[in-house]
């Protein structure tokens, strides 16, 4: 009977750590993967940051995390493999925590720049010096923002304003010269809106301008101002 009754005892607890053993592989082997879809949930990717127009699909990659939602919360076309956007260009702004979706994405054609434009992107060529362009540093996909100096009307003053921002490059201009002394015109084109365009061209023509190279991930904006020589030395900014 005491052996009986041992065996009754030690059997239970056996197969209970059996059980939980079972249980910690079938959870290292993907069990909580399985364990979601069998709660009735679909696995779809969200920005981990806000993400501007134009962006490749690669770049876009890079900044996703998988969150498993109930079937009624899945957007249409939601992305569920990264692997789709290959190929692809972000057609307008992506933001922090949206779910992403092939709608927001176009195929880009193999014929280089066109492929890269939609709706009001338009391209343009901007010829500058090494300094002003970043010639050596900017690689095709960065994202630049414009600064530049600009006079008033009559001439008399002189004022200073980040005029665009989150540009992206298309086609980087080529590296400098080695040469001492040389002097080049390089040219960068760059992938904005028509109404972009239109600034960038006046203050190419009208003012002073330089590139200034953006942070790949969690750039911020500091509010907008304009500068005078009044604002630089402490007066008001």
């Keep these: 009977m ?19 053993a079972m249980t910690l592989v079938y959870v290292g082997h993907g069990g909580s993967k ?9 696995g779809v990717y969200v920005a981990t940051h806000d993400i ?11 900044a996703l995390r998988l969150v498993h939602m ?26 922090q925590g949206q779910q992403l979706t092939l709608r927001a994405f176009g195929r880009v054609r193999q014929q280089g720049i066109a492929g890269q434009l939609n709706g009001r992107l ?5 010829a500058g010096d090494q300094d002003q362009l970043l010639a050596g540093t900017l690689r095709n996909g960065d994202h630049v923002d414009v600064v530049a100096s600009l006079k008033s009307n009559d001439g008399q003053h002189t004022y200073g304003r980040t005029v665009l921002r989150n540009v992206a490059v298309l086609q980087a201009p080529s590296a400098p010269s080695s040469s001492p002394g040389a ?3 390089l040219s960068a084109t760059l992938r904005l809106t028509d109404a972009q365009a239109q600034t960038l061209f ?12 953006r942070p790949v991930v969690h750039g911020s904006d500091s509010s907008d101002f304009v500068d005078s020589v009044g604002t630089i030395l402490g007066a008001g900014r």
């Design 122 to 126: 338009r391209a343009i060529s901007v």
């Design 52 to 62: 501007a127009a134009g962006a490749s699909g690669d770049d876009v990659m890079r």
């Design 202 to 213: 006046f203050v190419t023509k009208n003012g002073d301008w330089s590139f200034v190279l």
């Design 2 to 20: 005491r052996t009986y009754g041992i065996r009754n005892l030690v059997l239970p607890a056996l197969l209970a750590t059996v059980a939980a």
């Design 70 to 95: 109930s079937p009624d919360a899945v957007v249409p076309s939601a992305v569920t493999r990264p692997s789709e956007l290959t190929g692809r260009v972000l057609l307008a702004p992506l933001y």
């Design 34 to 42: 399985d364990a979601a879809a069998a709660a009735g949930t679909t």
């Design 183 to 185: 002097s080049q015109t």
